[in-house]
């Protein structure tokens, strides 16, 4: 089945740390698109990345990183030189085509506190 | 310039009323889904639609409803509110074709049941 683990539910770091969120999937499929969303204090939910099942490169956004590596079914996402607005929840989530369907299947979150 | 808005933003409401909850998008996308946030859960798709007169279940359908007479809205009915369906509850869309379309989501509604 579908999966997606958060396993940190929340993180605390002083500002300018360096931080990595984990996040572990599963699923059956070998074409499937993994996907990070950040929801700041305010709540709404923001798009950052979206890597596909074929593309293993990691990505680099300024101070944002991810690591997608398919052998350990691992997608992490790293913040370099934190500072306090990157203070939200971050979610990881999993496309894939199911039953003619596709669904976004989320993990439970992790909430980071970057801390002045 | 386009957007996804959910009403009311605040909801309170009481066990055995029917709530509607609004989600209108002017991206004229064709799919649009419904989630609640839990905490410990992530977010829960509830129901889901690829376009207009198409519906599915999702993960947590048990007790709501959705019904899409056009493009750009996707209301989400409590048939009968209970105390377990409150929750914050969040609308999103996404363009018509496979799972590599990133959804764009609501600001949310927060409901809660007495």
């Known amino acids: 089945a579908q999966k997606v683990t958060q396993a940190q539910t929340e993180i605390s770091v002083v500002e300018k740390e360096d931080v990595t969120l984990d996040c572990v999937y599963e699923?059956?499929?070998?074409?499937?698109?993994l996907f990070w969303y950040k929801q700041p204090p305010s709540g709404e939910l923001v798009f950052l990345i979206r890597?596909?099942?074929?593309?293993?490169q990691n990505e680099i956004s300024g101070r944002y990183s991810w690591n997608f590596q398919k052998s350990t079914s691992s997608f992490n996402f790293t913040i370099t030189a934190s500072q306090v607005v990157d203070s939200a929840v971050y979610f990881c989530?999993?496309?894939?085509?199911?039953?003619?369907?596709?669904?976004?299947?989320f993990g439970s979150g992790t909430r980071l506190l970057v801390r002045p | 310039d386009a957007e996804i808005t959910q009403s009311p933003r605040h909801k309170i409401t009481e066990t055995g009323r029917q709530v509607t909850l609004a989600c209108h998008q002017t991206?004229?996308?064709?799919?649009m889904f419904w989630y609640r946030q839990d905490l410990g859960h992530g977010l829960r798709l509830i129901h889901y639609?690829?376009?207009?007169?198409?519906?599915n279940k999702g993960e947590v359908s048990d007790g709501y409803s959705v019904s899409r007479s056009n493009t750009e809205d996707l209301p989400l009915t409590l048939e009968s509110a209970a105390s377990s369906q409150t929750s914050v509850y969040f609308c999103?869309?996404?363009?018509?074709?496979?799972?590599?379309?990133?959804?764009?989501f609501g600001p949310g509604t927060r409901l809660t049941v007495l």
């Open positions: 989530a999993l496309s894939e085509v199911l039953d003619s369907s596709y669904k976004l299947i």
């Open positions: 999103a869309s996404s363009l018509a074709g496979g799972p590599e379309n990133e959804q764009f």
């Open positions: 890597r596909n099942s074929f593309d293993e």
């Open positions: 639609s690829y376009g207009v007169q198409d519906t």
């Open positions: 699923t059956r499929d070998t074409t499937y698109y």
């Open positions: 991206w004229n996308h064709n799919n």
